[in-house]
């Protein structure tokens, strides 16, 4: 099982510029999420989707839309990126849950905006 | 809102030499209390899971312990390849959402 993978792992656009982070997982989980990390922040939450079918904001989802494409694929879309979007964006999975679920993350993909 | 502290925010140790790291939390209706391990340039990779007081769980050189206020993650005889950043996180009562503390860089010298 490769668990949670994320495409592309680097990228450089420049301010305006749209791009989709791609992430699938194979370990049959019904939760995705997409975080952000950012140097003296730590890991926050930008979108969540429950299961397939479903997507909900998070702490920080301004500038960003998702999409749940199935129950292996959850995609970032940064429409317009601003430089204040250079981060280190992380997907994970869980299985569904109430909250106690683990969630395992992929490797990252690191993105810097000019 | 639910808050999670970790401290100290960097410890430097000598192989061998036992430490703990602490998580505070503030969390309404506390459902899982996580610790993860993050290598520079990777993703958070999971350590451990506890739900309620009075609970440890341990692998190899790493124990967590939890009480209703805070997480220890105690190191037992470290070694250089235990150098890494550890983060804590909390799910509540609102849902799946984690809240992720700072994390604390640990660096073991040999």
């Known amino acids: 099982n490769a668990g949670v993978t994320q495409t592309p792992k680097f990228q450089v656009l420049k301010t305006g510029q749209s791009m989709t982070l791609q992430c699938a997982q194979d370990?049959?989980?019904?939760?995705m999420y997409w975080y952000r990390q950012d140097p003296g922040m730590g890991l926050r939450l930008i979108y969540y989707?429950?299961?397939?079918?479903?997507?909900d904001k998070g702490e920080v989802p301004n500038g960003y839309n998702v999409s749940r494409l199935n129950k292996r694929e959850f995609s970032l879309r940064l429409e317009s990126a601003a430089p204040s979007q250079t981060s280190v964006y992380f997907c994970?999975?869980?299985?569904?849950?109430?909250?106690?679920?683990?969630?395992?993350f992929g490797p990252g993909t690191r993105l810097l905006v000019l | 809102e639910d808050q999670v502290t970790q401290s100290p925010e960097a410890l430097r140790l000598q192989e061998g030499e036992s430490s703990s790291l602490n998580c505070s939390y503030t969390?309404?209706?506390?459902?899982?209390l996580f610790w993860y391990r993050q290598d520079p340039g990777k993703g958070p990779e999971f350590l451990f899971t506890?739900?309620?007081a009075g609970e440890e769980k341990e692998k190899e050189r790493l124990k967590a312990t939890l009480t209703k206020k805070e997480s220890f993650l105690h190191i037992t005889a470290p070694k250089p390849e235990d150098s890494a950043t550890y983060l804590c996180?909390?799910?509540?009562?609102?849902?799946?959402?984690?809240?992720f503390g700072g994390g604390t860089r640990v660096l073991v010298k040999p």
């Open positions: 994970a999975s869980s299985e569904a849950g109430t909250g106690s679920r683990t969630q395992y």
């Open positions: 370990m049959n989980h019904n939760s």
């Open positions: 989707s429950a299961s397939e079918g479903t997507t």
């Open positions: 969390v309404s209706g506390l459902r899982g």
């Open positions: 506890l739900y309620s």
């Open positions: 996180a909390a799910t509540g009562a609102a849902g799946n959402k984690l809240t």
